[in-house]
Each structure stands twice: as structure tokens, then as C-alpha cells.
């Protein structure tokens, strides 16, 4: 209980556990002893400790919102659907807008995957069972119908669930 009460009244007092603990006089013959326990408190838990336990904080924000930002450069610069790259479309008739919005519309690939999650796998059509197969594992790998007017190829959607 003795250490809890420190740690507790330590924390919440600005100077450490000097600040409730009973203020010794010069004269005592411990006060060497005293002041040293106070700076090594002060020091050690409440600069040093506390400041290791915030910088993990701080760091576990930093990772998350690089992450995050990651994320975004992705769907900011790949399409969704496809997998094409913005950069392939510099020199095309069809912008990279162009291409998410009217060659692919994404919505009906995200409703299909909704369909797939919310149906009674007894009635699941081939495409649906095949697409119901690859979520069980968290990998889509499935052909497009809707192709780039610029690459006839066909391209290939790959997305985590």
C-alpha cells in the first residue's frame, strides 16, 4: 500500500512525493538522504517514466496516422477496381477521374461484396460462391467486365476484405 500511496500522491503533486511528505529540517540527519530520495523520485518517475510512457503514446499516433496517410496516397493515386496506377493515364484519352467514376463504378463492387456477406450461402450463383471463397480466406482476385477503353487487357481486381 506504501508504494501505491507514493506512486498516487507522487504523480498528482507538480514537485514529486517531497510535496507531501513532512518537510525536514536542515539539522536532521537524514536531510541529505531525504533531498536525494525526493530529486531520484522526481527524476526517475516523473521526468524519465513518464516521459518513456508518453513518447510510446506519441509514437503509436505518429505510426497510425502515417498509415493512414499511406492508405489515402493509395486510393488517391491507384484505382480501386483495376489496380491501374494514375500515371498510366497521363498520356490517355480517358483522365484518371474519368476512369473511376465512369469505367468502374466501384459502388456496385462493394454492394456485390455486401450481397455476398448478407445472402444464405445456399443460394450463392457460381461468380457469388466463387467471391463468397476468396472472403473466407480475405483475398478478392476476380476479373473485370468493365475493362479500360485504353488497355484491352484484362485487368484484374485485388482487394483485402
Not at 70 to 86: M, Q, V
Not at 91 to 119: A, D, G, P, Q, R
Not at 129 to 157: D, G, W
Amino acid at each position: 500500500m506504501c508504494i501505491v500511496t507514493v506512486l498516487n500522491q507522487g504523480l498528482r503533486n507538480g514537485g514529486g512525493v517531497g510535496d507531501i511528505l513532512r518537510k525536514p529540517s536542515q539539522d536532521e540527519p537524514l536531510f541529505a538522504a531525504r533531498v536525494v530520495y525526493d530529486l531520484l523520485f522526481y527524476f526517475i518517475v516523473i521526468i524519465i517514466v513518464l516521459n518513456l510512457i508518453f513518447g510510446v503514446i506519441i509514437d503509436t499516433f505518429a505510426d497510425l496516422r502515417s498509415e493512414k496517410q499511406k492508405k489515402e496516397e493509395i486510393l488517391k493515386t491507384t484505382c480501386f477496381i483495376c489496380g491501374l496506377e494514375r500515371d498510366k493515364f497521363d498520356n490517355k484519352t480517358v483522365s484518371f477521374e474519368e476512369h473511376i467514376l465512369s469505367e468502374h463504378c466501384m459502388w456496385h463492387y462493394l454492394y456485390f461484396i455486401v450481397l455476398v456477406k448478407v445472402k444464405d450461402p445456399t443460394e450463392y450463383t457460381g461468380p457469388e460462391s466463387f467471391v463468397a471463397k476468396m472472403m473466407a480466406v480475405n483475398s478478392i482476385i476476380a476479373a473485370c467486365r468493365r475493362q479500360t477503353y485504353e488497355e484491352p487487357h484484362l485487368a484484374v481486381i485485388r482487394f483485402n476484405v
